[in-house]
């Protein structure tokens, strides 16, 4: 566990699986995450370190006989020795409701214990009877710093020298994967030698090779400039220059995967309510860019860009996020007023929770003048709507609604 990279606030010294291992006592989960953030590794260490057994299958080529015998070892294994047995299943997602309900009784006995790894939104893809008996943990990006270190274990491991700015081109091209850097790392040596002998050192041309020209030509903070340009022009709303920068990073190798990421940020954080749609538009690329890939994904990638160029603009959700943010960490724990407490509990009315709550579909526009911010920050106001786009329309059918003010009506918002 102490060799892991990444992945600290799972397996570092205060994170819940390290404790799982230390006690020696696992329970079924999923484990969901990014390609190459180590979810397979980490799933083998965790049933080694904590004394069980280990049986591995691919959904994608494991049938009904294949879970059915794992299970029947599992059995037998606890049976003759007492051992448990981690059922170790990659690409759960991937098991049809047949194979998945077939985990279902061994696992809720305790016969084994299923480790299931998928980079699918587990929610979407896994049987709801087989997500209730397991817990969920999510593997986060490998960071560069963390992709060095994996790179110079490599290099040490396979005795090869590797210049700075070979090593950042990996790290750089590698987008968190932990896997893809190490294959960069192994093509790139093998270029080398076949080049210049076997004591050759890797050069950056020789990375630029493995990953067939999709290479960051630029350093490292040039390439940070490129991305800060792109979400600048799009917030300015230049189609054109954002367009050309968002074809400067393709061309330059930049990760689609992480083009997309921005994009969805930034229909948030610079779009926001004055086109609500923008953050499905970039929340379908996203999707899209995992679906389809390189270079197809370009054109979506494309139509995300301009469409939210083009959008009105609207920082409003940012700040209002900041203001709210700010009052509650100035104003600590408070008390929620007891009309808005849960009620649905024996006692609750007993406490006077939840009484003179007034339920708002009952009354005319299903709206009725109540409050539901903590006693000490009654009248604060945390958005301040910009007035632009879709969002002027939204305030002001909430306004003809409610006859409720905002921060505009009533100064700036709360800070």
Known sequence: MDEIVGQEH???????????VDAKRLTSMILWGPAGTGKTTLARIMSSEAGYATESLSAV???????REAIARARERLGERGQRTVLFIDEVHRFNKAQQDLLLPATESGEIVLIGATTENPYFEVNAALMSRSTLWRLRSLTGADLEVLVRRGM????????????????SSADGDARAALTTLDTALMLARAQSGEEAAVEV????????GRLYHQSRDTHYDQVSALIKSVRGSDPDAALYWLVTLLESGESARFLARRLVILASEDVGLADPTGLLVAESAARAVEFVGLPEARLTLAHATLTLALAPKSNA????????????????????????????????????????YDYPHDFDNGWVDQQYLPDSLVGSHFF????YGHEK?????????????????????VE
């Open 317 to 356: 959700v940012t700040r209002a996020l900041g203001a709210a943010t700010r009052a509650v960490q100035a104003g600590g724990l408070v008390e929620v007023p007891d009309h808005l407490r849960g009620s649905n509990y024996r006692g609750a009315g007993e406490l006077g929770f939840g009484l003179g």
């Open 10 to 20: 799972l397996v570092g010294p205060e994170g819940p699986l390290r404790r799982f």
């Open 205 to 212: 041309e020789h990375v630029a090779q493995a990953r067939d």
């Open 61 to 67: 080529s494991g049938g009904v006989k294949d879970v």
């Open 156 to 171: 040490e491991l396979r005795g090869v020298a590797v210049s700075d700015e070979a090593l950042e081109a990996i790290t």
């Open 384 to 387: 301040d709507p910009s007035g």
């Open 393 to 413: 329309d939204l305030v002001e059918q909430w306004r003809a609604r409610t006859g409720a003010a905002t921060a505009a009506d009533q100064g700036p918002p």
